[in-house]
């Protein structure tokens, strides 16, 4: 099946190479550069992916305090990290979903110090996962360097660890957010370097707290072009939705249609079905649900396709020309109408529909 959607795929990512290049040597609006940019980066995402059962790599990023930890815990449906209103998180601390099967218990708290020494733990409850990081990686402990916790289980309450998802939660970096008058390069250059091999990034704000310049301008040069889920958290501390979407697009430069909203807290008490709804998880929980479905090469060609032509069709509109050339359109269309049939309904009608959206670029 792979090797049938590997080719659009391949070519498809050509295709888009060539247009960003012709949109970069022309005064193409920075926009639609940032939007190819965007898709190359997918494509290469998917490509990587294609052909291994690899898991995807969901990471949150943020200042202190924004409630990552908590929101974390939430997407996980266990509270296993650390959560506090002074900085908490002082090391990388991943998720894996292993079967029962590999596993000598139902919980594997494995502690990789700054020397690759390791301490695996074996634990049957979550409360004793939650002692354990509380005590090796958050900032109360104090002890020896810490590098990064990996916690294996199960994970059968959630979502997104049913699908393959390696949760990440980062300590806030602080330093790198903080004001632009030092150099803050090391702290930069690391939390730039973990970004690198994320999948799907969820950047977290307050919805009560307008970030510092600093943490606009680093939203700016290193997460825009990542396309991360825009979180705004603390949703329970402002009564006023449309303000607070209005002030955060303003602020850091937000794509409206990336943002959501939630609660962390409304979601970690919510009693009944309506409450948990009521405090945005679920909808955000979904919307990664469908981005991690995006990775794959079916999903992806087509997804990647409607943005490719949709930027096609509006600059076609604009008097722009960013069209690549006709061989790398023929062959997308080519191999894609090849592979569509093997698409399921109503995929293969969405596709096919995109398809003929490209050929009337094709001479
Ligand atoms: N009111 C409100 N409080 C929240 C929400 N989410 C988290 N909190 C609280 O905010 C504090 C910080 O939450 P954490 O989850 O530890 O924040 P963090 O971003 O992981 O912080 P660091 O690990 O220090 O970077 C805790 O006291 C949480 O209970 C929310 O949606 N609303
Ligand atoms: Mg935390």
Same mark, same amino acid.
């Given at each position: 099946?792979?090797?049938?959607?590997?080719? *659009?795929?391949?070519?498809?990512?050509?295709?888009?190479?060539?247009?960003?290049?012709?949109?970069?040597?022309?005064?193409? +609006?920075?926009? &639609?550069?940032?939007?190819?940019?965007?898709?190359?980066?997918?494509?290469?995402?998917?490509?990587?992916?294609?052909?291994?059962?690899?898991?995807?790599?969901?990471?949150?990023?943020?200042? +202190?305090?924004?409630?990552?930890?908590?929101?974390?815990?939430?997407?996980?449906?266990?509270?296993?990290?650390?959560?506090?209103?002074?900085?908490?998180?002082?090391?990388?601390?991943?998720?894996?979903?292993?079967?029962?099967?590999?596993?000598?218990?139902?919980?594997?708290?494995? &502690?990789?110090?700054?020397?690759?020494?390791?301490?695996?733990?074996?634990?049957?409850?979550?409360?004793?996962?939650?002692?354990?990081?509380?005590?090796?990686?958050?900032?109360?402990?104090?002890?020896?360097?810490?590098?990064?916790?990996?916690?294996?289980? +199960?994970?059968?309450?959630?979502?997104?660890?049913?699908?393959?998802?390696?949760?990440?939660?980062?300590?806030?970096?602080?330093?790198?957010?903080?004001?632009?008058?030092?150099?803050?390069?090391?702290?930069?250059?690391?939390?730039?370097?973990?970004?690198?091999?994320?999948?799907?990034?969820?950047?977290? &704000?307050?919805?009560?707290?307008?970030?510092?310049?600093?943490?606009?301008?680093?939203?700016?040069?290193?997460?825009?072009?990542?396309? *991360?889920?825009?979180?705004?958290?603390?949703?329970?501390?402002?009564?006023?939705?449309?303000?607070?979407?209005?002030?955060? &697009?303003?602020?850091?430069?937000?794509?409206?249609?990336?943002?959501?909203?939630?609660?962390?807290?409304?979601?970690?008490?919510?009693?009944?079905?309506?409450?948990?709804?009521?405090?945005?998880?679920?909808?955000?929980?979904?919307?990664?649900?469908?981005?991690?479905?995006?990775?794959?090469?079916?999903?992806?060609?087509?997804?990647?396709?409607?943005?490719?032509?949709?930027?096609?069709?509006?600059?076609?509109?604009?008097?722009?020309?960013?069209? +690549?050339?006709?061989?790398?359109?023929?062959?997308?269309?080519?191999?894609?109408?090849?592979?569509?049939?093997?698409?399921?309904?109503?995929?293969?009608?969405?596709?096919?529909?995109?398809?003929?959206?490209?050929?009337?670029?094709?001479?």
């Amino acid at each position: 099946m792979s090797g049938n959607t590997s080719k *659009p795929i391949e070519f498809l990512h050509v295709a888009v190479r060539r247009s960003f290049e012709k949109a970069t040597s022309s005064n193409t +609006p920075q926009g &639609v550069r940032d939007n190819l940019d965007i898709l190359l980066r997918k494509l290469g995402q998917i490509r990587a992916l294609e052909d291994r059962a690899s898991p995807r790599r969901i990471g949150v990023f943020g200042p +202190p305090n924004r409630g990552k930890s908590t929101l974390l815990n939430e997407l996980l449906g266990a509270a296993i990290l650390t959560t506090s209103p002074i900085p908490m998180t002082r090391t990388v601390i991943e998720a894996h979903r292993a079967d029962l099967s590999s596993l000598n218990s139902e919980w594997q708290v494995e &502690v990789i110090h700054d020397d690759d020494f390791i301490n695996t733990f074996n634990h049957n409850t979550p409360e004793e996962v939650a002692a354990t990081i509380q005590q090796y990686g958050s900032h109360r402990s104090g002890g020896a360097e810490v590098r990064r916790i990996i916690v294996r289980s +199960p994970f059968n309450k959630s979502k997104l660890m049913e699908r393959n998802g390696i949760l990440i939660d980062t300590p806030g970096a602080e330093v790198a957010f903080e004001d632009l008058e030092q150099d803050h390069s090391e702290d930069t250059r690391r939390a730039v370097g973990m970004l690198k091999d994320v999948h799907v990034v969820l950047f977290c &704000v307050r919805a009560d707290q307008i970030g510092s310049e600093s943490e606009r301008a680093f939203y700016q040069d290193h997460m825009r072009l990542l396309d *991360p889920f825009n979180i705004v958290n603390f949703k329970d501390t402002n009564s006023d939705d449309v303000a607070v979407i209005r002030d955060t &697009v303003k602020h850091y430069g937000f794509k409206r249609d990336r943002i959501y909203l939630v609660s962390s807290r409304d979601a970690q008490k919510a009693k009944s079905t309506e409450e948990k709804d009521a405090s945005g998880l679920p909808r955000l929980e979904e919307a990664i649900v469908q981005e991690l479905a995006r990775l794959t090469p079916r999903d992806g060609l087509l997804c990647c396709t409607e943005e490719f032509v949709s930027v096609l069709e509006n600059q076609v509109f604009a008097g722009i020309d960013v069209l +690549p050339e006709q061989i790398h359109l023929k062959k997308v269309l080519n191999t894609a109408y090849r592979s569509a049939g093997l698409i399921s309904e109503p995929t293969e009608r969405r596709l096919e529909n995109v398809l003929e959206r490209l050929r009337r670029f094709v001479r």
